[in-house]
């Protein structure tokens, strides 16, 4: 069965303390890894797509990598309203979309 | 230039009752997915509909159904309300082939009292 664990399940930091979210996951047939940013009371918002092992995206001060067995979020010199619940998700042959349970993050100013 | 509109966003009712939920999308994808949101947080799919013909169908209640008019719209009845069945529910679209990412709405809380 397809699983997606995520990791912390929480993360204080201080406003320009980087840090790294763990995506790992075991899926029979990848398309490709997604990751949300989720605020309060919204839908998730899109940010990435990974395909392939190697390959790196990035947007603003957020980064995004893949390997065969995981994939990492870092975030780069964060600002308050980074704060939020990012989701990692896994998109399967059959086009079945499993989310992992996310990370809050709040950062202080 | 709402991408993926729900309505209603709030939704609070009785055991028993029959309720529905529209979902419209205006990014010209071809297939449109339900997600159920439970208490802890986690995103679980419940359907999926590519050009009207429903392609995914997990594991949810029969008194759950799907019906998707055209290709820009996805909605969701429910029969005979349970408590259970008190979550936030997110519509989601997507291109079925090329790009895959899923684009969600805004979320509708169904309250079941």
């Known amino acids: 069965e397809d699983q997606v664990t995520q990791s912390p399940e929480a993360l204080r930091l201080q406003e320009g303390e980087s840090s790294s979210l763990n995506c790992s996951y075991t899926v029979s047939g990848l398309r490709g890894l997604f990751w949300y940013r989720q605020d309060p009371g919204k839908g998730p918002e899109f940010l990435f797509t990974l395909y392939s092992a190697g390959e790196e995206k990035e947007k603003e001060r957020l980064k995004a990598t893949l390997t065969k067995k995981e994939s990492f979020l870092h975030i780069t010199a964060p600002k308050p309203e980074d704060s939020a619940t990012y989701l990692c998700a896994v998109l399967r042959i059959d086009y079945k979309l499993s989310f992992g349970a996310g990370t809050t993050v709040t950062v202080r100013a | ?113």
């Open chain 2, 1 to 113: 230039d709402t991408a993926v509109s729900q309505t209603p966003k709030y939704l609070v009712t009785q055991m028993g009752n029959d309720k529905s939920i529209k979902c419209e999308q205006n990014l010209g994808h071809d297939t449109m997915y339900w997600y159920k949101q439970d208490s802890k947080k986690f995103l679980k799919i419940m359907f999926s509909y590519n050009n009207k013909e429903l392609i995914i169908n997990e594991t949810v209640p029969n008194r759950f159904s799907p019906k998707s008019p055209d290709k820009a719209h996805l909605n969701l009845h429910i029969n005979s309300l349970e408590l259970g069945d008190s979550a936030v529910y997110f519509c989601a679209s997507s291109h079925r082939d090329g790009r895959y990412e899923q684009y969600f709405g805004p979320g509708t809380r169904l309250t079941v009292t």
